[in-house]
């Protein structure tokens, strides 16, 4: 008499196991305080700088200086920049807003994707959002840091982060990383045409675009850090998209505003300068500084000024009021007449028409074309 060999029966609480192999993407950003408030914005920074990947001195050092100094007075200061720019409708910084919009955007472009977001600092983190992916089943997950440019300081204490969530998981997930696209034809392409769009709708023509990255003490990339370079290349293959002069000094600048290279006079597009802004401390960051070259342009005869941020994929604090408060109103009070800022690619058409490029990329052999 032949016998059957039946598995053994599953507990009763079992999942089923339909309800796996699917394929997620964790979106991730920088990050966000919940609110505008003293105690938000102090719990927010404590996280953003105690990560040893973004204060890279010794941290018995850090910790006097953080906790009876800087969290002592600056959320004040913080909170008062959110204040500007926060979004009274979502009651919530622009930054998660158009985070959630983003993801929205890439659910219905990949409809057979489970698709989160997290932020590196604040809510929601990186560990709830893997771990809503993990509760709809994904087994394979495309983490994607929208860090346009590599630093150890943004990309890769994202994967510290993971990392550590992963550390706890008994059943790992099969991951995956976005790579840095800073020289992604896809990525140069949205940046020029988006440029090109806005200087067409302009009723003042710029002299200069002005590119600003987010700066980095200078000692970072003398350990190895790649920012530099890529933040740099970045803005030379923009300006190549552009057709027009990448120039690296303000003093280049105005010898080529002085021989008459303007949109208005000879150029379709005019010259890109390369900057770097959110310089904090007394060490020596990434040069030129923005905050000192906004301040020189108009005595070069830089009267008129387009901003474009290439190294942040979404607008936030940095963009919004750094760039676009702040900027203007030290410009305009050392001369310059006009200034405007290009909005980053954000959730628009063109931005996420790359970013779906990008992850579609990314997800090969896990999904269909």
């Known amino acids: 008499m032949s016998q059957t060999n039946h598995p053994p029966a599953l507990p009763a609480n079992h ?3 339909a309800a796996y192999g699917k394929v997620g993407v964790l979106v991730v950003n920088l990050g966000t305080p919940d609110g505008t ?21 010794p941290m018995f050092v850090w910790w006097f200086i953080l906790n009876l100094i800087i969290l002592t007075f600056r959320p004040k200061k913080t909170g008062h920049a959110y204040e500007q720019i926060w979004d009274k409708e979502r009651n919530a910084s622009p930054l998660r807003v158009i985070t959630e919009d983003q993801v929205e955007a890439l659910r219905a472009r990949f409809p057979d994707v489970v698709i989160e977001h997290g932020m590196r600092y604040g809510n929601p983190s990186l560990a709830a959002g893997m771990e809503k992916l993990k509760a709809q089943g994904v087994t394979k997950v495309l983490v994607a840091p929208l860090y346009p440019q590599y630093s150890a300081a943004t990309t890769a204490t994202v994967v510290d982060k993971i990392s550590d969530w992963m550390a706890k998981q008994r059943w790992q997930p099969t991951l995956r990383y976005l790579p840095p696209y800073y020289d992604h034809p896809a990525y140069i392409g949205a940046l020029a045409m988006s440029l090109k ?4 709708g302009m009723e003042v023509k710029p002299d200069v675009i002005v590119a600003s990255f987010h700066g980095l003490p200078l000692v970072n990339c003398k350990k190895g850090d790649t920012y530099y ?13 552009l057709g027009t002069a990448f120039v690296k000094t303000v003093d280049e600048l105005g010898n080529r505003i002085g021989k008459g290279e303007t949109l208005k006079k000879t150029k379709a597009v005019p010259p890109l300068f390369l900057a770097f802004q959110s ?24 009267k008129n000024v387009l901003m474009v941020c290439p190294g942040f994929s979404a ?3 940095e963009t919004l ?12 009070e050392a001369g310059g007449e006009h200034y405007e800022v290009v909005p980053c690619l954000n959730a628009s058409e063109l931005g996420m028409d790359m970013l779906e490029g990008l992850i579609e990329m990314e997800l090969k052999g896990w999904i269909e074309d």
Do not use: M, N
């Open 37 to 57: 408030d003293y105690w938000s914005i102090r719990r927010y920074l404590k996280e953003f700088l105690s990560d040893p990947r973004v204060i890279e001195i």
């Open 315 to 317: 607008d936030c604090v």
């Open 321 to 332: 009021e750094e760039i676009g408060i702040g900027g203007k109103e030290a410009f305009e």
């Open 279 to 302: 310089r904090f401390g007394a060490q020596e960051w990434l040069k030129p500084y923005f905050a000192v070259a906004i301040e020189e342009l108009p005595a070069k005869g830089i």
């Open 229 to 241: 370079c890529h933040s740099h290349k970045t803005a030379r293959l923009l300006a190549e998209a």
């Open 197 to 200: 769009e806005h200087i067409a």
């Open 15 to 17: 999942p089923s196991a």
